[in-house]
Nanobody, 120 residues
Framework: QVQLAESGGGSVQAGGSLRLSCAAS????????MAWFRQAPGKERTVVAHIIWSNSDITYYAPSVKGRFTISRDNTKNTVYLQMNSLKPEDTAVYYCANMPQGSSSYDYWGQGTQVTVSS
């Protein structure tokens, strides 16, 4: 089992920045991929970015956030970060951290989510 706890959400004006954190506990050594998803009201949950736990050089970004968001991880703290710059109103959503364990092809563990609101 892996437990995930997000923090760092809040309200900012367009053009501002926020940094989300996801602290993992439990069987973190079995992590394969860590990801950030988001879900806006009335829309599906979509992936924002992901990072390979064993190799932080391997990352993916959704086209809508590439160049503005940066995912990173600190293995010593079992924490994944999402640095969000140049925020836009369309970035407003609940952001979720997710974990894909070794041997799995799906995100089996999820955090409770943190709200990000960007005003124009």
């Amino acid at each position: 089992q892996v437990q995930l706890a997000e923090s760092g959400g809040g309200s900012v004006q367009a053009g501002g920045s926020l940094r989300l954190s996801c602290a993992a506990s439990g069987r973190t050594f079995s992590s394969r991929v860590m990801a950030w998803f988001r879900q806006a009201p009335g829309k599906e949950r979509t992936v924002v970015a992901h990072i390979i736990w064993s190799n932080s050089d391997i990352t993916y970004y959704a086209p809508s956030v590439k160049g503005r968001f940066t995912i990173s991880r600190d293995n010593t703290k079992n924490t994944v970060y999402l640095q969000m710059n140049s925020l836009k109103p369309e970035d407003t959503a609940v952001y979720y951290c997710a974990n894909m364990p070794q041997g799995s092809s799906s995100y089996d563990y999820w955090g409770q989510g943190t709200q990000v609101t960007v005003s124009s």
